[in-house]
């Protein structure tokens, strides 16, 4: 049974960070692609960021390039989302999901989330 568990949301002002990460297990982590995204107040889900297998190649949505970085440990089944520069927009429920950009939607796993608030 997959289960991913996020944590590390929090309050932070603009122009702060935030380390988020997510615990996976019930599947082999190191064979699968993965992504976070995101839902802000009225708004659907977002995809924001993947990671291929073996940590190759890392996508980003625009609104978030050049701010934050995604990573994962095999070793210890965790993915992370370090956040600098953090905006009011991108205040949000941050999910981590199992696939990539073209086949999250697909797979339809993802964890229930961790809230993310940036306001001063």
């Known amino acids: 049974q997959v289960q991913l568990v996020e944590s590390g949301g929090g309050l932070v002002q603009p122009g702060g960070s935030l380390r988020l990460s997510c615990a996976a297990s019930g599947f082999t982590f190191s064979n699968v692609a993965l992504s976070w995204l995101r839902q802000s107040p009225g708004k659907g889900l977002e995809w924001i960021s993947e990671?291929?297998?073996?940590?190759?190649?890392?996508y980003y949505t625009a609104s978030v390039k050049g701010r934050f970085t995604i990573s994962r440990d095999d070793a210890k089944s965790m993915l992370y989302l370090q956040m600098s520069s953090l905006k009011p927009e991108d205040t949000a429920v941050y999910h981590c999901?199992?696939?990539?950009?073209?086949?999250?939607?697909?797979?339809?796993?993802w964890g229930q989330g961790t809230q993310v608030t940036v306001s001063s």
């Open positions: 999901a199992l696939g990539s950009e073209a086949t999250w939607t697909l797979l339809g796993s």
């Open positions: 990671i291929l297998t073996g940590s190759a190649s890392t």
